[in-house]
């Protein structure tokens, strides 16, 4: 299994805000899953993308996929104290192992 | 609601002690995977299990083993452990495919002294 990179490594916004975090991989994919771990806690599976999807929504949630430029975004709309954690995502090339970076930190205040 | 336990939720040991943290899930998930989760370092995967009797190596398996005797468990031991092993232990389940997601236990800090 591959890796993912995501970008930015911390982010800060106010409550009502949009946030865009990013995840670049380097080799062809099956599918994409991102994850949230709020402080403490264990990861929570957030969605899943697979290859052949552009674009992905689950309530507050949006994410795209580019397999072209290898890279995938994650949107949170109108963000809530509550959306504060740890967010990654993992790149899957079909197995059923996945890799985990070191995730974006989302701070947002209220 | 099926769910993925893991016990103890903290602990502290010595030097040299053989430690053994368990996880329990009741999804009848048939892959089975233990992270550590270190500053700098994100999750990375120790040893995973994809059925019964079935065992794997992930990338920083040195100084631990697994063993899955059924479904429900798979016990990590660390045999003889080592500073270097203070970490955050996560156990994770999955279906049999790889576009199922994983389901995470909420952790085990251990402390190695």
């Known amino acids: 299994s591959q890796q993912g990179e995501e970008d930015p490594q911390a982010l800060s916004i106010q409550e009502g805000e949009n946030a865009t975090m990013n995840c670049s991989y380097k080799?062809?994919?099956?599918?994409l899953q991102w994850y949230r771990q709020n402080s403490g806690r264990g990861l929570v599976h957030l969605i899943l993308?697979?290859?052949?999807?552009r674009e992905k929504h689950s309530g507050r949630l949006r994410v795209t996929l580019d397999t072209s430029k290898k890279s995938s975004s994650l949107l949170i709309t109108a963000s809530r104290a509550a959306d504060t954690a740890s967010y990654f995502c993992a790149p899957n090339s079909g197995y059923s192992t996945l890799t985990f970076g070191k995730g974006t930190m989302l701070l947002v205040s209220p | 609601d099926a769910e993925i336990t893991q016990s103890p939720r903290h602990k502290i040991t010595e030097t040299g002690r053989q430690v053994t943290l368990a996880c329990h899930q009741t999804?009848?998930?048939?892959?089975m995977f233990w992270y550590r989760q270190d500053l700098g370092h994100g999750l990375r995967l120790i040893h995973y299990s994809y059925g019964v009797q079935d065992t794997n190596k992930g990338e920083v398996s040195d100084g631990y083993s697994v063993s899955r005797s059924n479904t429900e468990d798979l016990p990590l031991t660390l045999e003889s452990a080592a500073s270097s092993q203070t970490s955050v232990y996560f156990c994770?389940?999955?279906?049999?495919?790889?576009?199922?997601?994983?389901?995470f236990g909420d952790g085990t800090r251990l402390s190695i002294l």
């Open positions: 993308i697979r290859s052949n999807e």
């Open positions: 994770a389940s999955s279906a049999g495919h790889s576009n199922q997601p994983q389901h």
């Open positions: 080799t062809s994919i099956n599918n």
């Open positions: 999804w009848n998930h048939n892959n």
